[in-house]
Each structure stands twice: as structure tokens, then as C-alpha cells.
């Protein structure tokens, strides 16, 4: 930043296709999902069954990865934005990862498998956040959106692959879950470090990439931070409080409850993307708020839905989780410092993991509290409402910061600085013709207000 305040942002064309290397980052992203989502099926097998384990640290091993990744955040964002190159950061955590689902396949007792199950949280972590740090750093400003939206997508392609893939390699080859997992993890090790493009952080040695440092300089995280913790806290919900109540209350089986969870995740995968296109063209005020408010709403009403309607409903929330998920994506990229974005996302993904894990002990604590005087159907019907207020409430609290961010000439207004960038006129030499590099320049650079405070670009 200068000392008049002001920044200078480069705008690529916004109409050209993503790059080769964009889709090959999103190809290690969907690898990298493929190993944690594995295990999802068949948790019961794996844990319960083998270690004689109750509900409780069943359900627990779904949740101590991420309390892993979280109590390791401070080391998972200095080692991705001073480490050097991002690729090789990515290829040591999958192989990381690759190690430690071994180790649980050969562990004897169940405190060593939840004892590793949070070390492969931290690796996942470090890679994933990595990987979406490697997207923000490669994509001009006008193209962020569409960037991390592609991302996004195909870490949701992922969810759903190696969810499907679980019950398959358990039907194929019983017992050998974990094994099949770190196989995985090594092949997409192998895949980052020979097909990932090269590249370096651009931290400045002096400093380092504290999250928390990073938060105090530039608080404008807090919004997208805010909307990932909410988003996965109804996450949370739906994989616990939503899957017991469509057994307990509509009383059906694992395939029918399947079929409405892929209802959901496949949607969610396939719009990420052109929702991110949307955000570059219109900004991500109104897909932002708008699906917030409307993805709250639909999931206040999941417990009074008829259950010939639910299909309809998970295909709608699939869609307007998809127009949610985008812009905060690229809001934490437009937000981050160039040099520590890894930092960033760290951030952003231990702040949906952090509502990963609160979504089921708030949907459980409030079926526990309510059951008695409401009955079952009642106490779900109001761990939705519940959970549905969340959503509307972050969106209503925080569409002012929304509204300055925008106003302050951010990602949110970036398409209408180029579609004007585009539209004035060229300068003419005497003779009529262009003078010397016009026509011919690289991306055109232009000052506008930066609205964040210390930050440089």
C-alpha cells in the first residue's frame, strides 16, 4: 500500500478459460478429500466393531481430526506460507497422511487410533489449506471468484467420490479401509510433486504468518470466517441430527438416507464453480446473503417437510450451499494478504472445523433437553430451527460489513471496475494510431481505494 492508501490491482481477462495448472490444482484437491472421506461409510466397522467402542467415541473419531487440525493451527500457517515451495509442502503432508492412516490400521487399541486420527488431521490440514493458498496466489483479482469456486467444487466431488468409494473398497476388499486410504494419499503425494506447478509463497521472511496477528491486521476475516463456521456447523447437523431424524422420524433405511445426502453434495459440487463465475461477474453480496438467509430458512423447515418433498429440498439446499460457499472462498482470498494466504486459509478451515464440531453437540444437546417435553419429532423439529436461525442471524450481522466492503471497491465490485476499465476510450497518437503497447500491454493495472488497512499488493 502506498502512503496515499491506495493499492495496485492487476485484471486479467475475465472471459478467458481457467489455465491447465488451475485444473490440475483442483485434481489434488479432489485426490486430497478421497482418503478422509473414505472412512465415512463404514465408521461402525472400522471403530465400533473392531475396537468393541461406544457411541460417543465412535461419533468422536468423525471430530478429532479436526480438533487436531485446530490446536496445530499455529504451526499448520507458519509451515504452508515460509516453507518455500507450496508443492512440496502438499506432497510432505499427504505423505504424512499416508503414514498415520497406516498407523491406524495397525494400531492395537483405540486411544492410539483417535491418539493418530488427530495427527492426520493437522497433515490434511496443512495440505489442504495449501493447496487452496497455491489457487489464491495464482489467480488475478477479477478471477478469484471462479477460482477458488472451481476449488471448491472439486473438493466437493471429492466428498462425495470417497464417500461412494468407502462402501465400495469395504464391499471389495473388507478390513482394509485404512490401507486403501494411505495408498491414496501416497499416489496424490506422488501426483503433487510431479504434475503440481512450482511455485513459492510470498511471505516476507521478517514476518511470520501468525493467524492470529493476521486476524488483528486485517479483521475484515472475521466475516468469511463467520459464514464457514455457521455453513459447517449446519454441516454438522445434517451428517448427525438430520441423518438420525430421517431414521427415528421418516424411518428410513441407510440406502434411502443415502440417496438424500447424494441429493445434496452432488448439486453442492457440480454449482460451486459457476457460482464462483457468478460472484466475478455480479460480486458476492447478493449470492452471499441472499442464500444464507435462504438456505436458513429451508433448513428451519427440514423437520415439517413432507417426506416426498425431501429429495426437492436437498437438491435446493445443494444449490444455495454452493452459491454460499463461493464467495466466502474468494472473500478470504480478495482479503488475505498476497503473502499469507496459507495463513488464511488455515484460518478459514479451522473455523469450519470448528463448526463442524459444534453442529453435533448443539443438534444432540438440543434433541436431549427437548425430548422430553416436546417428544422426538418436536425436539428435531426444533434442533433445525435452531440451527436455521444461525444462518439467517450471520447473514443479517454481518450484511453491513458486507455492504462497506462492497462500497470500498473489494472483490465484491471487481467486475464493474474492469467492464469500465474496458469501456474508455484508447489514446491516439497525432497520426491516429495507437501509441506503443496499447493493444499489445499485459492485464491493465489500475488504482483503486484499498479498503484494508496494511496490506500490499
Known amino acids: 500500500m502506498t502512503a496515499s492508501g491506495t493499492a495496485t490491482t492487476e485484471f486479467a481477462d475475465a472471459a478467458s478459460p481457467p489455465s491447465g495448472n488451475v485444473w490440475i490444482i483442483g485434481a489434488a484437491a479432489l485426490m486430497t478429500m478421497l482418503p478422509v472421506t473414505l472412512l465415512v461409510p463404514v465408521l461402525r466397522e472400522i471403530l465400533a466393531d473392531r475396537f468393541a467402542a461406544s457411541t460417543f467415541w465412535t461419533h468422536s473419531f468423525m471430530s478429532i481430526n479436526m480438533i487436531g487440525a485446530i490446536a496445530a493451527l499455529p504451526l499448520i500457517a507458519r509451515f504452508s506460507d515460509r516453507a518455500g515451495s507450496r508443492r512440496m509442502v502438499i506432497a510432505t503432508a499427504l505423505l504424512l497422511d499416508a503414514v498415520l492412516f497406516l498407523g491406524m490400521s495397525r494400531a492395537a487399541s ?69 490401507e486403501a486410504a494411505a495408498m491414496i494419499a501416497m499416489f496424490t503425494a506422488v501426483f503433487v510433486a510431479v504434475v503440481l506447478p512450482s511455485t513459492s509463497n510470498r511471505a516476507t521472511p521478517r514476518k511470520r504468518p501468525n493467524v492470529v496477528a493476521l486476524l488483528r491486521n486485517h479483521r475484515e476475516l472475521f466475516v468469511p470466517y463467520a459464514y464457514t463456521f455457521i455453513d459447517r456447523l449446519c454441516v454438522g447437523f445434517v451428517i448427525s441430527t438430520f441423518v438420525l431424524f430421517l431414521a427415528e422420524c421418516h424411518g428410513l433405511d441407510p440406502d434411502g438416507r443415502s440417496r438424500l445426502l447424494a441429493l445434496f453434495l452432488v448439486p453442492f459440487a457440480l454449482l460451486v464453480y459457476p457460482a464462483g463465475r457468478l460472484t466475478d461477474r455480479i460480486g458476492g453480496l447478493v449470492p452471499l446473503a441472499f442464500g444464507s438467509i435462504a438456505f436458513g430458512l429451508l433448513f428451519a423447515c427440514y423437520g415439517i417437510i413432507p417426506a416426498r418433498w425431501l429429495p426437492v429440498a436437498m437438491v435446493a439446499s ?68 435452531v440451527a436455521g436461525a444461525t444462518e439467517v442471524a450471520c447473514a443479517v450481522l454481518t450484511l453491513r460489513l458486507l455492504l462497506k466492503l462492497q462500497r470500498g471497491g473489494s472483490l465484491w465490485s471487481t467486475r464493474r471496475i474492469v467492464v469500465e476499465a474496458r469501456s474508455a476510450p484508447r489514446a491516439r497518437t497525432p497520426s491516429g494510431a495507437a501509441p506503443e503497447g496499447i493493444g499489445h500491454a499485459p492485464p491493465i493495472s489500475l488504482t483503486i481505494p484499498n479498503p484494508r488497512n496494511g496490506d500490499s499488493r
Open 318 to 385: 445443494g444449490v444455495l450451499s454452493a452459491l454460499m460457499f463461493a464467495p466466502t472462498l474468494a472473500l478470504t482470498a480478495e482479503l488475505a494478504p498476497p503473502g499469507r494466504r496459507g495463513a488464511a486459509f488455515a484460518g478459514f478451515n479451522a473455523a469450519g472445523s470448528l463448526g463442524f464440531i459444534c453442529g453435533p453437540i448443539l443438534g444432540g444437546a438440543v434433541c436431549q433437553l427437548l425430548s422430553g417435553s416436546l417428544g422426538t419429532v418436536g425436539a428435531f423439529r426444533t434442533a433445525f430451527v
Open 110 to 178: 483405540l486411544p492410539v487410533v483417535l491418539a493418530l486420527r488427530a495427527l492426520e488431521g493437522a497433515a490434511h490440514m496443512l495440505a489442504i489449506s495449501s493447496l487452496m493458498a497455491m489457487a489464491a496466489d495464482g489467480s488475478a483479482p477479477n478471477r478469484r471468484g471462479r477460482m477458488m469456486g472451481l476449488i471448491g467444487s472439486c473438493m466437493m466431488f471429492g466428498t462425495a467420490a470417497g464417500t461412494r468409494l468407502g462402501g465400495v473398497v469395504w464391499r471389495t476388499w473388507p478390513g482394509w479401509t485404512f
